[in-house]
């Protein structure tokens, strides 16, 4: 069985920093893409970056491009976001999402998800 386990989420002040990590632990045989969605209250979710598992941005949001970095280590099956110059409008409840191959199929894996709150 693979889970994903996030953790880094809490309180950042308006213009700080944060990082976030999402670990897949388990019996996988592959991990393909990883992304990181978001749902603020209120909100529909939406997809804040995407990496391939040869490391390539292949999607980041407008709305974070410049600020936000995703990033992943395949050794240890995590992959990351760097919050910088947070916002405001940042607080939402952050998701990983990978792509996750074992020895009898392939299906996309979501983490608990981690709360990101900015205080002004």
């Known amino acids: 069985q693979v889970h994903l386990v996030e953790s880094g989420g809490g309180l950042v002040q308006a213009g700080g920093y944060l990082r976030l990590s999402c670990v897949a632990s388990?019996?996988?045989?592959?991990?393909?893409?990883m992304c990181w969605h978001r749902r603020a209250p209120g909100n529909e979710r939406e997809v804040v970056a995407v990496i391939t598992r040869a490391g390539t941005v292949t999607n980041i949001a407008d709305s974070v491009k410049g600020r936000f970095t995703i990033s992943r280590d395949n050794v240890a099956n995590t992959v990351y976001l760097q919050l910088n110059d947070v916002k405001p409008e940042d607080a939402a409840v952050y998701y990983c999402?990978?792509?996750?191959?074992?020895?009898?199929?392939?299906?996309?894996?979501w983490g608990q998800g981690s709360q990101v709150a900015v205080s002004s």
């Open positions: 388990g019996s996988s045989t592959g991990i393909y893409d």
């Open positions: 999402n990978a792509d996750v191959q074992t020895l009898f199929s392939r299906f996309p894996l």
